[in-house]
């Protein structure tokens, strides 16, 4: 079991007992974005843990990586999964 948050991850935030379905992580900042409503909505990655992991199976799609750019949020973009959909971060 990996310890490292990666995209499509299901994550409980420790204080609220909140899951979330992550969005992007930035590994370098600490953070990570939230799918969802409101968006773009920021945790720190050391207040989370994992829950599901789902990267494996079903890495950063197209859509997750189209609304992060559109956000100016491009380090939260899984490097590999863009490569794999042929799209650059």
């Known amino acids: 079991m990996r310890d490292k948050i990666m995209p499509n991850d299901v994550v409980r935030v420790k204080q609220t007992g909140e ?3 992550v969005c992007g992580v930035n590994h370098e900042k ?3 974005v939230a799918s969802g ?3 773009p909505s920021l945790y720190h990655v050391e207040d989370c843990e994992i829950v599901e992991q789902n990267y ?3 890495c950063q799609s197209v859509q997750q990586i189209n609304a992060l750019r559109k956000e100016g949020l491009v380090s939260f973009i899984d490097v590999r999964s863009a490569m794999y959909h042929g799209v650059m971060p």
């Open 19 to 21: 899951e979330i379905l």
């Open 30 to 32: 600490g953070e990570l």
């Open 37 to 39: 409503w409101p968006f």
């Open 56 to 58: 494996e199976h079903e």
